[in-house]
């Protein structure tokens, strides 16, 4: 998009498509900045979002499949009630934003960046958060059997009524 000849033309015109689309599929989207955008309900296959910038974006209730947003910057997106399989959020920035009562299963966190995330109430079964930065991380009340935490920095995160005793921490953690 920076060698475009118009590139705040084909900005609007990728957001007019998103917007309309029911689907998203097979789409190269690497480096986009949206902001402001509601995408709730969509279904989001195959697409590549790495090095994103997401700001106040909603996904509620959107199904994703196979979605590359390694090294985004996430930063009050809301993605209540989404369904994420297979997805890359590796080297992820995530800033204030709620990922609650979703099903995040087989989706890759490690190295992320998430202060002042919310996955309350979700299913994260055989996610990785590995190496990640978890600050004022919500994980209360969620399904955390084989979900990796190895060498992840857990500060303030809230792992109330979560079965931690089926998920994966390094020898020195304790989840609290």
Do not use: W
Not at 81 to 105: E, P, Y
Not at 144 to 167: C, H, I, P
């Amino acid at each position: 998009m920076p060698h475009h000849p118009d590139p705040t033309a084909y900005l609007e015109q990728i957001r007019g498509y998103l917007s309309e689309s029911q689907e998203l599929a097979d789409l190269n989207l690497a480096g986009l900045e949206l902001a402001d955008l509601d995408l709730s309900g969509k279904r989001i296959l195959r697409c590549n979002l790495s090095h994103a910038y997401l700001s106040d974006v909603r996904f509620d209730e959107a199904q994703f499949r196979l979605v590359f947003l390694d090294f985004a910057r996430l930063e009050r997106c809301s993605f209540r009630g989404v369904n994420m399989r297979f997805c890359v959020l590796a080297g992820a920035v995530i800033r204030g934003s709620d990922v609650s009562g979703s099903d995040l299963v087989r989706c890759n966190f490690n190295g992320a960046d998430c202060t002042d995330a919310r996955f309350n109430e979700s299913d994260l079964y055989t996610s990785r958060f590995v190496n990640a930065c978890l600050v004022n991380a919500g994980f209360r009340d969620c399904n955390l059997k084989q979900v990796r935490f190895e060498y992840a920095r857990l500060e303030g995160a809230d792992f109330r009524y979560s079965n931690t005793e089926d998920a994966f921490f390094s020898p020195e953690q304790e989840p609290l």
